[in-house]
Each structure stands twice: as structure tokens, then as C-alpha cells.
């Protein structure tokens, strides 16, 4: 497949980019840094990424053989084609007949994709880093992206952090033109029923669909891995891989383990786990000397973007790890808590259709909240009752809670923004029930708010090896779990009791039937306070760029949070703040060395 995404639409951008980029090629009003590679009699295309075949193209391997079939089937059905794609992709299509230019994205959007306005045009690329390597002039933060990804650690609508560059969300194509881009929604999931098999029935095809996502995951690699904690999830991507795993592959489970913290360090139960799915064991012990600054501050100068996570500095020698081990491709098990959890706005559906009995029930039966009269009562008001409320209400009670909460660091004004872009964003759900949407929102739509797809292939490139995730970026198994039963996993004692009863026998029952969780905060906290001077100091002086965003009284507490009881609460909400600080503080140098 085609490698660097960079193009631009429009004469003046694509001077532009040939002056910043050399090697280019011109296709009327389209300029490229690549030549096609899919072209019939009508289309002129360049395919990015790593896509699959999907429907009649499912069976054909990657590379040439699929690249050919797709151009077929354009030929035949024009951009209908891209249904017969899957996985991670970016499709840009010249039409012959129309002169119409089209750039795709992929389904659950796993491949970023970006564009900015230029002299009449457009310029696209992968990430914003390319795009401001090409722009004469860097464009200024966007407000409102900064303080909803402070916040929150997402973005509003299409918005990304820089103003004028714009996402192109999942699921949806922009069509550039003389008249300027409008972008459209090509495919989303639809609300298609529940299956109708027995519980034990269910817990068979979750656990096929599991091992399958984990195969197509692993395929074609030599020297599988899987990033192993003592988790459920990333037990099950080890079953998965163990089930799939050819005579002699070598497949391994990698792991970290954190000796000097007893709360998060889960050595006993990733043994477990690594002996009965029979992979070879490779540890590394965090280093609690090690700096969780200094890889956040080269992300920021090699990608012009504060890092989605503060985590960096925990995997990145895991990675070198499996670089040493040879290893050429690593899965992982994240997002499965929101994967496979409860569809809790059930209780919603049962309010609204009159069934109060079964709302009563259904609250009792919420993964450990207990039974109690209070625990029911509020998952009655949170996951029932909340859920109805009309957004006019919400709007109203949105601008009262800016009003009066102390804690909220984004101002008032700016809330209430941030607050009708969610509620538009609620409205362009597909219909279907309300336990159904909320689930499509965690299981894709939160993904795209807070950018994963991009985040991810920036560690593709930082990073060897690669990083594969069969859970979240696997769209059979997405929409699979889009058809169970609603009420399957409302077990007071489990969480996850569908995925848990699925995998019986194919993980260690230490494993499978435990509920507590290892939390890794205190990691985070220790090693933000060892770099007090430069996280958190900046943020303390009057002049620190991010105090021009945030509510200063909102920003002191959360600062003066750190050495407080209730630091645990706030670390993240700290990060975030003060990693924003120093992406800013970055950028407003690197524009006074251009001056």
C-alpha cells in the first residue's frame, strides 16, 4: 500500500506543498507525494494503510492480489467499493468522469486523517505534523479543543487542537471541490436486533469472535507478542493467541511488573495466564527512577501534539524488549472493560417504555454497586432517569453546574459549547434503543472523540514493533457485540460476565474469576511528583500559557491537589493540565524562533 499520506487539492496548495516537499506529482487540480496505486479506466486512487478484504474480498491475502479485485469492483460500483474494505485504511479517489476528488476513512477510524484550508484549497495528510511542516505560518491552538481535551482528553466534532485543521471523523469521506470540502458519512453501524441463543449460546460466539479478532490480529506475523498484565482482557488476547499460533511461530507474552508498588504489580497472575496458554514469559521491572516527563516533552517536539497518555514512560521499555526479542508485531487487550461491560442504559428503555419493575431489578443488578435501596436508587437516577432528561434540560442544568461548581476548569461560556456539540453529537446516532447507542458511543464513537486511531499510529512510527489491537479496531467483533442481549451482563457479582463464562477453560479461573483491579495511578502520581519543577511549577507561574484557557481559581486547586489527600482523584485531570502547559510553552517557542 501507499505509505506517506500527504497531498494537497487546488493550485496554490499544491505550490505549497511541492516547496516543502520534494518529489511531488500533479493530477490536475490534485498534487501528490506518491504515485497511484489502484487506476481503471475511470478512477485514479491511492489506497493507505493496512486494509483487509471484507464480504466476497474477506479470503484474499493483502498486497497486490487484493489491490486488484478492489479496483474491479470501483470500476463496477464507483466508492460503494469501500464496503468490500475493512481494517485500517485511507482511500483517496480521483473520478474521470466528475473531477470529483474524494478522501475515505475507515470504518472504526483507525487511520487519522487530516485536512487544512490553503489558498482556495486544501492540504491533507496523516497527522498535523505534516500539514504544519507544509503551512507558511502555524495555525494558533483551538480554544475550545484545548479545554475539552484538558478536561475531558477529547475533542469536539471534527475539531483537532490547532485551529483551521480539521479531523475527518470515522466512518466519513470529504469530497474536495472548487465550492470547498463538506464531509459526509458513508458508513455506521445499524441497530439490526439482539441474538436470540441461550446465555450459554451467547458466551460460545463471544468467545469464537475473540479468538477469531486475536487471529486476524496475529496473521502474517513470524514472532507474535502479547503486552500480558494480569488482567482479563489480555488474558483473553493470550488464549487467542495461543489458540491460533502455528508449530514454531514462537509466539511470547511480555509483561511488566512492578516489585516497589504491591497495588499494581500483577507477577503471580501473569505467570498464571503465560503458563496455561503455554507462551514464553519476558519481564521487565519498572524502573521507578525513570522519567515520566522526558518521553511526554519528545513526543511534543517530534509530533507538535501533547501525548494522549502519560503511560509512555511504563512501555516504552517493554517495547525496546521486544525489539531485543525480535519480535515483530504486539497485541494487546485494551478497551475491553467498555467492550464487553453492561449495557446500563437498558434501565432507560425499561423507564421509558412504563416497565418500572423490571428498571427496579435491572438496577439491582449493575456490576458491584450492590443491591442496596441507596446503590439502586442512584443507578435509577444516573443510568435511568438521566438518560431521558430532554436536551434543552440538560442545556439548562449544563449552565447552572458552570455557574455555581468551584472545580470546573473550562469557563463558563465555553462549557455550555462543549456542551451543545455533545448534544449534536447525540442526535446524529442511528436509531435504535438507548442501551444500543450508549453502546455504539463507548464502543467507537469515544474512541474517535479522543482520537485513538491517531494516537496509536504514532506509536506505530515511534515504536518497533508495531502495535495491533484486536478488540477495539476489529469490526466483526464489534458488531457482534453490538447483538447481545442487552441484560446478559447485569450480574451483581461479575463484570464482564458474558466474556468471563465465554472463556472458561481457555485462561487461568485465578484470572477469569477475579473482579478486583490493579490500579496504576499511584505510579503515575510518584512520578509526576518527582517532576514537580517541570510539570507542575510552570503551571503556578501567572504567565504560564495555559492560565489564558482555564479558570485560574479551577487550575490553583487542581494544583494544590497534588499534595492533598485526594491527589489519587485528580491525576489525571493534573497530567492533562500540565502536559497542555508545556505543549503550549513549546509552541509559543517555536514560533518566536521563527520570527
Avoid at 487471529?215 to 488476547?237: I, M, N, Y
Avoid at 487467542?240 to 514454531?248: A, I, M, T
Avoid at 442544568?397 to 453529537?425: F, K
Wanted: net charge neutral; aromatic share 6%; with cysteine.
Amino acid at each position: 500500500m501507499a505509505d506517506l499520506l500527504i497531498g494537497a487539492w487546488g493550485k496554490r496548495a499544491g505550490e505549497l506543498l511541492q516547496r516543502s516537499h520534494a518529489g511531488t506529482y500533479r493530477f490536475g487540480e490534485l498534487t501528490m507525494l506518491e504515485r497511484p496505486n489502484v487506476r481503471t479506466s475511470r478512477w485514479t486512487c491511492w489506497l493507505f494503510g493496512e486494509p483487509v478484504g471484507r464480504g466476497h474480498l474477506r479470503a484474499l491475502p493483502t498486497g497486490q492480489q487484493l489491490l486488484e479485485t478492489f479496483a474491479a469492483r470501483l470500476q463496477q460500483q464507483g466508492l460503494a467499493a469501500c464496503e468490500s474494505l475493512g481494517g485500517r485504511f485511507a482511500l483517496l479517489t480521483l473520478d474521470a468522469d466528475t473531477d470529483a476528488c474524494v478522501l475515505t476513512r475507515d470504518q472504526l477510524g483507525e487511520h487519522p486523517l487530516v485536512l487544512a484550508p490553503f489558498g482556495g484549497g486544501y492540504l491533507f495528510a496523516e497527522h498535523e505534523r505534516m500539514l504544519l511542516r507544509a503551512l507558511p505560518h502555524s495555525p494558533e491552538p483551538d480554544r475550545l479543543a484545548t479545554l475539552d481535551w484538558i478536561e475531558r482528553g477529547t475533542l469536539p466534532g471534527t475539531s483537532t487542537l490547532y485551529a483551521g485543521i480539521t479531523r475527518v471523523l470515522y466512518g466519513r469521506r470529504v469530497i474536495l471541490s472548487r465550492d470547498g470540502a463538506r464531509q459526509e458519512r458513508w458508513w455506521q453501524p445499524s441497530f439490526e436486533g439482539t441474538m436470540g441463543d441461550t446465555p450459554e449460546e451467547v458466551a460460545a460466539r463471544v468467545r469464537e469472535a475473540v479468538l477469531s479478532s486475536v487471529a486476524r490480529a496475529s496473521a502474517g506475523a513470524r514472532r507474535p507478542a502479547v503486552k500480558l498484565s494480569g488482567g482479563l482482557d489480555s488474558a483473553c488476547v493470550a488464549a487467542g493467541l495461543h489458540s491460533c499460533d502455528l508449530p514454531n511461530r514462537g509466539a511470547l507474552a511480555l509483561s511488566g511488573v512492578f516489585p516497589a508498588e504491591p497495588e499494581a504489580d500483577e507477577r503471580d497472575l501473569i505467570e498464571a495466564t503465560a503458563c496455561h496458554t503455554h507462551l514464553q514469559l519476558h519481564t521487565i521491572e519498572h524502573d521507578t527512577a525513570r522519567s515520566i516527563l522526558a518521553p511526554a516533552l519528545e513526543h511534543i517536539e517530534l509530533w507538535k501534539l501533547p501525548p494522549m497518555t502519560p503511560s509512555l514512560f511504563m512501555w516504552r521499555p517493554l517495547m525496546e524488549l521486544a525489539s531485543d526479542l525480535e519480535v515483530d508485531r504486539i497485541l494487546d487487550g485494551e478497551g475491553g472493560d467498555e467492550l464487553f461491560g453492561v449495557a446500563s442504559f437498558l434501565i432507560a428503555d425499561m423507564l421509558a417504555r412504563g416497565r418500572l419493575p423490571r428498571a427496579w431489578r435491572l438496577a439491582g443488578c449493575l456490576p458491584e454497586w450492590g443491591r442496596t435501596r441507596g446503590a439502586r436508587l442512584r443507578a435509577l437516577r444516573i443510568y435511568g432517569v438521566a438518560p431521558l432528561v430532554p436536551a434543552r434540560i440538560k442545556l439548562r442544568r449544563q449552565q447552572h453546574d458552570g455557574a455555581s461548581s468551584v472545580g470546573a476548569i473550562v469557563p463558563r461560556m465555553h462549557a455550555l459549547e462543549l456542551a451543545r456539540a455533545r448534544i449534536e453529537d447525540e442526535r446524529e446516532r442511528p436509531p435504535g434503543p438507548r442501551w444500543w447507542k450508549s453502546q455504539l458511543e463507548m464502543l467507537i464513537d469515544n474512541r474517535d472523540r479522543m482520537s485513538l486511531g491517531a494516537h496509536y499510529r504514532r506509536c506505530g512510527v515511534d515504536e518497533s514493533p508495531p502495535r495491533r489491537h484486536p478488540f477495539i479496531y476489529d469490526q466483526d467483533l464489534i458488531e457482534l457485540l453490538l447483538r447481545v442481549p442487552p441484560s446478559a451482563n447485569f450480574d451483581p457479582a461479575r463484570d464482564r460476565a458474558v466474556l468471563r463464562d465465554g472463556m472458561r477453560g481457555l485462561i487461568p479461573e485465578t484470572v477469569r474469576t477475579r473482579h478486583a483491579k490493579s490500579h496504576f495511578t499511584s505510579i503515575l502520581l510518584n512520578a509526576m511528583r518527582r517532576e514537580t519543577a517541570g510539570l507542575i511549577e510552570p503551571l503556578r507561574s501567572p504567565h504560564a500559557p495555559v492560565r489564558s484557557y482555564v479558570d485560574a481559581a479551577a487550575l490553583d486547586f487542581r494544583i494544590s491537589a497534588l499534595d492533598s489527600a485526594s491527589a489519587m482523584l485528580h491525576t489525571m485531570a493534573l497530567w492533562r493540565v500540565g502536559i497542555a502547559n508545556r505543549w503550549l510553552i513549546a509552541l509559543s517557542n517555536t514560533e518566536e524562533h521563527a520570527t
